[in-house]
Nanobody, 123 residues
Framework: QEQLEESGGGLVQTGGSLRLSCAASGRTFSSWTVAWFRQAPGKEREFVAGISWSGDSVWYSDSVKGRFTISRDNAKNAAYLQMNSLEPEDTAVYYC????????????????WGQGTQVTVSS
C-alpha cells in the first residue's frame, strides 16, 4: 500500500556530495524498515544502506561505510541518503525500498519500491 518516490539525484564531480530523498504516501510508513539500493548498467541491484522503523539501527554495505548516511523522519513520511566523497563507482540508479524484515539486504526482502533516481559521478 506504500508508494515511494525518490528525488535528489544528478550529476556531480568526484568527491562531491548529494542528498537523496524518499517520499512515502502510505499511512504506515513508520512501521517499515527502509533501505536504499542501487543498480548500475549491466549490474545486479545491490544493497546500499538500511534503517529500522524507529531509526535507532542502521546498516551499510562495506563500500559506502563512512561516506553515506541513511536517516528517516517518520513525521514527514520521508527517508534520506546523504552521500559524501562520491566516486565514479557510485554511479547508478538509486532506489528507495520498504519492507518488513529488520536488517534485510536482499532486494526480494523488500515489498515496496520507488521508481529510482539517477546519480552520475564524473571524474
Amino acid at each position: 500500500q506504500e508508494q515511494l518516490e525518490e528525488s535528489g539525484g544528478g550529476l556531480v564531480q568526484t568527491g562531491g556530495s548529494l542528498r537523496l530523498s524518499c517520499a512515502a504516501s502510505g499511512r504506515t510508513f513508520s512501521s517499515w524498515t527502509v533501505a536504499w539500493f542501487r543498480q548500475a548498467p549491466g549490474k545486479e541491484r545491490e544493497f546500499v544502506a538500511g534503517i529500522s522503523w524507529s531509526g535507532d539501527s542502521v546498516w551499510y554495505s562495506d563500500s559506502v561505510k563512512g561516506r553515506f548516511t541513511i536517516s528517516r523522519d517518520n513525521a514527514k513520511n520521508a527517508a534520506y541518503l546523504q552521500m559524501n566523497s562520491l566516486e565514479p563507482e557510485d554511479t547508478a540508479v538509486y532506489y528507495c525500498a520498504a519492507g518488513w524484515l529488520y536488517g534485510a539486504i536482499r532486494p526480494n526482502d523488500y515489498k515496496y519500491w520507488g521508481q529510482g533516481t539517477q546519480v552520475t559521478v564524473s571524474s
